[in-house]
């Protein structure tokens, strides 16, 4: 079972920019398809962006679509999250997620390895 910790949150007005890491521990990350899912206060878990286990495929939500990329480098076990442009509806706690198999999913039963979290807050 892979195990991820994520980091690079913090505080940001609006309009700016972070960058969040999820680092994978083992020797199979590069067989997993990985997620990206964050949890405002009062909130559902709510899907972000996917990334297959190759990096060929990304799938996002609309919310972020635009401005936020996915992206992953199997050789340093690690994902990342470039968000841009953010905004107060932003603020939640990231969480990065793995899942065997290649399907993109969506849905957060659906991946069975998660991080603790990271915090965001972006301020008007």
């Known amino acids: 079972q892979v195990q991820l910790v994520e980091s690079g949150g913090g505080l940001v007005q609006a309009g700016g920019s972070l960058r969040l890491s999820c680092a994978a521990s083992?020797?199979?990350?590069?067989?997993?398809?990985m997620g990206w899912f964050r949890q405002a206060p009062g909130k559902e878990r709510d899907f972000v962006a996917a990334i297959s286990w190759s990096a060929g495929s990304t799938y996002y939500a609309d919310s972020v679509k635009g401005r936020f990329t996915i992206s992953r480098d199997n050789a340093k076990n690690t994902m990342f999250l470039q968000m841009n442009s953010l905004k107060p509806e932003d603020t939640a706690v990231y969480y990065c997620?793995?899942?065997?198999?290649?399907?993109?999913?969506?849905?957060?039963?659906?991946?069975?390895?998660w991080g603790q979290g990271t915090q965001v807050t972006v301020s008007s």
């Open positions: 997620a793995a899942r065997r198999g290649a399907v993109l999913a969506v849905e957060d039963r659906n991946y069975n390895a």
């Open positions: 083992g020797r199979t990350f590069s067989s997993y398809t």
